[in-house]
């Protein structure tokens, strides 16, 4: 479990960091959070979809790197083999968190259970005089990149909900084994409601850049194949065939039974 605590000097005069760091923390990650930014080159290595606990209305943005809890197919012998490293895995062992001593402020926070950090490790957080080290810098910079794409991936969102452009859907997995398996409560854009949009609203998403990413995200599912061929790779739990099924919704059946 990790320990995240707010970078200060008078606690963390000492700390360092790795100069190696690895990507362990990852290992047994099936989805890791992903922004908007990232869609476009995020697309040639796995599947962008959004995810939503059914007891909350929030939508998650993230890359799937398996096809079940606990495995990741693209680590394999400490190395990452996807041609994107998303930038929320990159970060560790760092975070933005709230800063107990100023009032809804952001601050640069460390894992202090990472065995990335440590006083026996290679870089310090501050330099001899106290003063931040350039490497705490370009930490604090880039958690500030961050922190901006997720709250333009937030708004992202909340333009494909508010247009009504989300389509629910399952992955029905047939295994060699003759065993069935289905993943659910993945969302992505529906093309087809994309493809009917106003004149008005295409000028409008194509002005403000929001077509890169719904094609993006689009364009990545096509990374499900990917993953199902990586699966097959490890020679656990082959998989025969795979099927992207849009969930239909209890009015929309309806409609067509009166049909």
């Known amino acids: 479990m990790a320990n995240f605590v707010p970078v200060r000097k008078e606690q963390h005069q000492n700390l360092k960091l790795a100069s190696k760091r690895d990507l362990k923390h990852v290992e047994g990650q099936h989805i890791v959070a992903i922004t908007a930014a990232e869609y476009a080159q995020a697309s040639a290595s796995f599947p962008v979809v959004l995810v939503k606990n059914p007891d ?8 799937m790197l398996g096809l079940e809890a606990g495995e990741n197919l693209y680590y394999k012998d400490s190395k990452w083999s996807g041609l994107l490293l998303p930038q929320s895995v ?16 952001l601050t640069a926070c460390v894992d202090m ?13 501050f330099e001899a005089d106290g003063k931040e080290s350039e490497l705490l810098t370009n930490v604090q910079n880039s958690l500030g990149r961050l922190y901006e794409n997720e709250k333009m991936t937030e708004n992202f969102i909340k333009e494909l909900e508010e247009n009504d452009l989300l389509q629910q859907i399952d992955l029905n997995i047939d295994l060699a084994s003759g065993e069935k398996k289905k993943v659910t409560g993945i969302f992505t854009v529906n093309e087809d409601k994309v493809k009917a949009l106003s004149d008005d609203k295409v000028l409008d998403f194509h002005k403000r850049g929001l077509f890169v990413p719904i094609y993006g995200m689009l364009g990545s599912l096509g990374q499900i194949n990917r993953l199902v061929q990586l699966r097959n790779l490890t020679g656990q739990a082959q998989i025969s065939g795979i099927q992207i099924a849009p969930v239909v919704k209890e009015a929309a059946k309806e409609e067509v039974a009166e049909s």
């Open 56 to 63: 909350s209305p929030r939508y998650r943005s993230v890359a």
């Open 90 to 105: 990159g970060m560790a062992p760092f975070a933005l968190g709230l800063d107990p001593d100023k009032e809804n402020t």
């Open 113 to 125: 259970d990472s065995p990335l950090v440590g006083e026996d490790k290679d870089v310090a957080l």
